[in-house]
């Protein structure tokens, strides 16, 4: 947990250490999930890069997981997985860049759209 703690920690302080460069406009949602999101996941144990889980029919984290309903099909950014089951996702996260008002309700429904069609 400690090890944890830090890693998370270290996150922080990298992003205040820089925090004008990552909410500029042209860093990137992409950049984020690489700099930022795997790496908060990975410290919590989520293996989001498949280091552990080599079967793709059982990773426990799929990046731009497709989600169906209503005739269309989205991308989720994240959806996590708990053995066995495999195909149900426990939960979603939907990145957005530092630069983006995370008060925008189209985000919220966004991610919500997300367990709801799952």
């Not at 400690?2 to 950049?31: G, I, M, W």
């Not at 144990?45 to 269309?72: A, C, F, L």
Request: glycine share 4%.
């Amino acid at each position: 947990m400690e090890q944890a703690f830090e890693a998370v920690k270290k996150l922080v302080e990298d992003f205040r250490t820089n925090e004008r460069n990552y909410l500029a406009l042209t860093y990137q949602e992409s950049h984020v999930r690489q700099d930022f999101i795997d790496k908060f996941f990975t410290a919590l144990g989520w293996d989001v890069t498949h280091e552990r889980q080599k079967n793709p029919h059982e990773y426990e984290v799929r990046i731009e997981n497709r989600v169906q309903g209503s005739g269309t099909q989205q991308r989720a950014d994240y959806a996590f997985f708990l053995a066995p089951n495999f195909r149900d996702p426990k939960f979603f996260v939907e990145a957005k860049k530092p630069a983006r008002q995370l008060e925008n309700p189209d985000f919220f429904y966004q991610a919500m759209r997300y367990g709801r069609r799952r």
